[in-house]
């Protein structure tokens, strides 16, 4: 039982960093594009309303791209350089964690033994949301994708951090944004 509390804080420490994963990123572009010809942005309703996720959601994933592009420079305009558009993908994941743990005939050691009748099933099931966010933007006079971020990571249902959480996500895809090209 002393080997198993030594490993404890291990575990602890494993699964509060595994909880905190950051966001994956990435973006691609139309090399030929020259981005800083755009000085202004808006939202392409069209896009946006096929998002599949609440309004609630999308107005804070508009508001952060929003307070990101505004903090780089960029004006929301009427008639807008690029338009930007969003789309989001979520998936369940599963995770079963099945620790046989059972002590050998020496009185330590991890693993099974069917030898012994003190064996036990440590088996625990975690369910957890990947969200994906794709940022879309639009050349808006020839109506082409000229740069794509992509962010992927853990959702959090907690209202309290889910804004904090978008906010992550949309700053995390957006420092790709104007990509830097070699001169």
Same mark, same amino acid.
């Given at each position: 039982?002393?080997? =198993?509390?030594?490993?404890? #804080?291990?575990? @602890?420490?494993?699964?509060?960093?595994?909880?905190? &994963?950051?966001?994956?990123?990435? &973006?691609?572009?139309?090399?030929?594009?020259?981005?800083?010809?755009?000085?202004?942005?808006?939202?392409?309703?069209?896009?946006?309303?096929? +998002?599949?996720?609440?309004? =609630?959601?999308?107005?804070? %994933?508009?508001? +952060?791209? $929003? +307070?990101?592009?505004?903090?780089?420079?960029?004006?929301? &305009?009427?008639?807008?350089?690029?338009?930007?558009? =969003?789309?989001?993908?979520?998936? $369940?994941?599963?995770? @079963?964690?099945?620790?046989?743990?059972?002590?050998? #005939?020496? *009185?330590?050691?991890? *693993?099974?033994? #069917?030898?012994?009748?003190?064996?036990?099933?440590?088996? &625990?099931?975690?369910?957890?949301?990947?969200?994906?966010?794709?940022?879309?933007?639009?050349? +808006?006079?020839?109506?082409?994708? @000229?740069?794509? *971020?992509?962010?992927? *990571?853990?959702?959090?249902?907690? =209202?309290?951090?889910?804004?904090?959480? %978008?906010?992550?996500? @949309?700053?995390?895809?957006?420092?790709?944004? #104007?990509?830097?090209?070699?001169?």
């Amino acid at each position: 039982m002393k080997k =198993i509390l030594k490993f404890l #804080p291990v575990l @602890v420490i494993l699964l509060l960093l595994s909880s905190c &994963s950051s966001v994956k990123v990435a &973006s691609d572009y139309d090399k030929s594009t020259t981005f800083d010809q755009y000085k202004t942005f808006a939202f392409y309703k069209t896009g946006i309303d096929k +998002a599949e996720i609440n309004d =609630i959601d999308k107005r804070r %994933i508009l508001h +952060a791209i $929003e +307070a990101e592009l505004t903090a780089k420079g960029y004006t929301k &305009s009427e008639n807008p350089d690029i338009l930007i558009s =969003i789309f989001t993908k979520a998936r $369940e994941q599963v995770n @079963v964690y099945n620790n046989n743990m059972g002590w050998g #005939p020496y *009185g330590y050691g991890w *693993g099974w033994s #069917p030898y012994y009748y003190n064996n036990f099933n440590n088996t &625990s099931v975690t369910r957890s949301t990947e969200g994906t966010l794709f940022i879309d933007l639009i050349d +808006a006079t020839k109506k082409e994708l @000229v740069w794509q *971020g992509v962010g992927s *990571g853990v959702l959090n249902d907690n =209202i309290n951090k889910k804004e904090e959480r %978008i906010q992550e996500f @949309v700053n995390k895809i957006l420092e790709n944004y #104007p990509p830097e090209l070699k001169k």
